[in-house]
């Protein structure tokens, strides 16, 4: 059965980071894309971020420059290091499969229950 973790949420300042993990189980990473999503109250789920099985990478306007995603196929674990976080980057954060292209990445299979990412003074 195909799972995700998420974790490394937490409150912020403005300006501040945090690193989140998206841990998976009952699959092997290393075959798969893997996409970072988020979803504010009152909002749709949005792209934040997203990894190829290969390597490559795929950052929306919001978040390009600021985000960072990579992966560590030993640990079964994909990471979002995210830097001068602003307030709009308040949301549930989640990680999913995703079909991948250098045009974005599409969600599929099961989701995890997510890790709360507030950013405020």
């Known amino acids: 059965q195909v799972q995700f973790v998420e974790s490394g949420g937490d409150l912020v300042q403005p300006g501040g980071s945090l690193r989140l993990s998206c841990v998976a189980s009952g699959f092997t990473l290393d075959y798969s894309a893997i996409g970072w999503f988020r979803q504010a109250p009152g909002k749709e789920r949005e792209r934040v971020s997203c990894?190829?099985?290969?390597?490559?990478?795929y950052y929306p306007d919001s978040v390009k420059g600021r985000f960072t995603i990579s992966r560590d196929n030993p640990q079964n674990t994909v990471y979002l290091q995210m830097n001068i976080l602003k307030p709009e980057d308040t949301a549930v954060y989640y990680c999913a499969t995703v079909h991948f292209s250098a045009y974005g990445c599409s969600p599929f299979g099961s989701w995890g229950q997510g890790t709360q990412v507030t950013v405020s003074s």
């Open positions: 990894i190829s099985s290969y390597g490559g990478t």
